[in-house]
Structures are given as C-alpha cells and as structure tokens.
C-alpha cells in the first residue's frame, strides 16, 4: 500500500489518554529467592509448580549466572525470563567489579565506601546465593499489599518495550492510513522471535501509553531520512525492527 500521509499522530493518539499497560501471565509465581537458593546442601527441585517452581526459577538463574561469570557455554536452554535476569545480574557483577578495581587503590580512602560500590557487590552476593542481607527485607517490603507484584505498575523499561511497540503501530497507521488492526497484524507477520511475541490486544494497548506518540514520531523521522529505494512504510517497519530487537530481546 503506497503511504498515504493523511493523519496526524496527535489525533492517532488523543489527548489526556490514560496510559494502559499489558500484563502478560508470568511462568513463575512470585516467591522469596532467599528461601529457594538459602543455606548450604541445597537439592536441585522436582517439582512444577508453586514454591517448587518459584526455587526452581532461582536455581536456574544462578546456573546460567555462574556460567555467565565464569565464561562458560551454559550446559543447557533456559527461559527468556531466567536469562532476563541472570544476564541482567551477570551484567551487574561486571559493572560492579569495574568500578571497584578503579577505585580500590584510590589514594582518598573515603572514594570506594562513599561510592557504594561495596555494598553493590553484597547485594548481588546475597541475589546469587540467598546469603542473608537487608536486600531481603527490602524485597519482602516490595511484595506487602502496597507493592505486591499484580497491582505494581510495570517497571519502567518494561514500559518502554511496550510503549516502543506501540509507537510502531501508530507509526504504520500514519504513513499507510492504516487502521490499528492492519497495522499491528504488519508487525505481528513481520516481528517474529524465538524470545517474544505479539499480539493484536497488547499491541492495541500499547499504542495508549503516553510516549507512544513520542516513538511513533521518531520511527517516522528516522525513516524518511533513510534512502528511499523502499516506500515509507517498509522503512519505518526496517527501523521499527531493528529498535525492537536491541530493546526485546535477551541475551542467549
């Protein structure tokens, strides 16, 4: 379809909307990670689902966490939100131990404490072995009835992935004329992951977040600045692609 730029992003958007965030079902119910990873002699879990799966969750992050450390190809597959968060720890630990290598000989002796730098390496010491530490306490605070999982809102760069969909979507139906039906099933045939997936719904209420309209606007930007040797359309989807990738995806 040749692009047809006839409406404006604001009125794709609206004014004032409130912002409605998707909430795919998670794989693991919430569970302390202390009490699934704690104390020494620990067996491996059998069971699916309940606690079992919340410790088996946790043992799984920090086999492929240990792996990670230490360089070494994982021994076997592990789901994207196990990977999600041992890479994302495993990420953390080498932030950490950069920063305390530059600062551990730093002639001011106050730089490394005051950095905080210390404390960091604790907490992952206690994420990644179920150690005591005060992090517990934290995150037993974070479940009470005011932070509890199912009505906290969505972590901010979740928020992001899902309003940079969003703005794909709103994208495609300003240089298409397209209604937000085609234009979500464009990126649902073209978007394909082994990771992620997704559908018309989310889709649909993802093009509500506020900064939806924000994305959407630099997907148009960027693509018009691309070489037209493909319509508008094909390149906001090669820009949409490439920006959904970097942002959705977790390390294998």
């Known amino acids: 379809m040749a692009p047809v730029e006839s409406r404006d992003i604001s009125a794709l958007c609206g004014v004032g909307r409130r912002a409605v965030a998707a909430s795919p079902p998670t794989a693991y119910p919430a569970h302390p990670l202390s009490s699934a990873v704690r104390g020494d002699?620990?067996?491996?879990?059998?069971?699916?689902?309940g606690a079992a799966a919340s410790s088996q969750f946790a043992f799984d992050v920090i086999e492929a966490y240990k792996a990670a450390i230490a360089g070494k190809p994982r021994q076997r597959n592990f789901a994207r939100e196990v990977r999600q968060v041992a890479y994302g720890l495993a990420a953390l630990r080498a932030a950490s131990n950069?920063?305390?290598?530059?600062?551990?000989?730093?002639?001011?002796?106050?730089?490394?404490?005051?950095?905080?730098?210390?404390?960091?390496a604790a907490i992952l010491d206690a994420l990644t072995s179920g150690n005591d530490h005060p992090i517990w306490r934290h995150?037993?605070?974070?479940?009470?009835?005011a932070y509890?999982?199912?009505?906290?809102?969505?972590?901010r760069t979740e928020r992001l992935r899902q309003s940079l969909a969003g703005g794909l979507v709103l994208a495609l139906q300003k240089a298409g004329g397209l209604s937000v039906r085609e234009a979500a099933e464009v990126i649902i045939s073209t978007i394909q992951s082994r990771d992620f997936s997704f559908t018309f719904d989310q889709l649909r209420k993802w093009t509500k977040h506020?900064?939806?309209c924000n994305f959407a606007e630099n997907f148009l930007q960027t693509a018009r600045g691309m070489p037209d040797t493909e319509d508008l359309l094909e390149r906001i989807m090669s820009a949409g692609h490439a920006e959904i990738f970097k942002i959705w995806s977790a390390p294998i």
């Open 98 to 120: 950069h920063f305390h290598e530059k600062l551990k000989n730093d002639p001011d002796v106050t730089r490394l404490a005051s950095s905080g730098f210390v404390d960091a």
């Open 148 to 155: 509890r999982p199912g009505r906290a809102p969505k972590a």
């Open 139 to 145: 995150i037993d605070g974070l479940k009470s009835v």
């Open 41 to 49: 002699g620990m067996k491996k879990p059998t069971g699916k689902t």
């Open 210 to 212: 506020d900064d939806a």
